[in-house]
């Protein structure tokens, strides 16, 4: 089980809720609540959205992508520099 897979089981146990409630809330069955615990990669992420808006953990959502730091430096090495256009005459 992964560190972030860990935080959605330990939200719902801080929120003494049963995998059960979690699933109701979230519209999806209970199997797919303990997948997404241990972190299988076949949960889509519409029903990864629900189960954390469930648990009231929507707003973290944000916090995802806040500081991507690989993907600034990717970015920045893909950056053309511009050069000045030549003088007419």
């Known amino acids: 089980m992964t560190k972030n897979t860990m ?3 330990l939200a719902r146990l801080r929120r003494n809720l049963s995998i059960a ?5 979230a519209t999806c069955s ?11 990669p076949t949960v889509s992420i ?5 189960v954390l808006y469930a648990l009231q953990l929507d707003d973290d959502i ?3 992508a ?4 690989m993907g600034k430096a990717l970015q920045d090495l ?4 511009r ?6 005459e």
């Open 62 to 64: 944000l916090w995802l």
């Open 78 to 81: 893909n950056l053309k520099k």
């Open 83 to 88: 050069e000045r256009a030549s003088k007419k």
């Open 7 to 9: 935080g959605t089981k």
């Open 21 to 25: 409630q979690v699933a109701e809330r």
């Open 66 to 69: 806040k500081e991507d730091t």
């Open 30 to 40: 209970e199997l797919t609540v303990s997948r997404i615990e241990k972190g299988l």
């Open 46 to 50: 519409g029903i990864y959205l629900r």
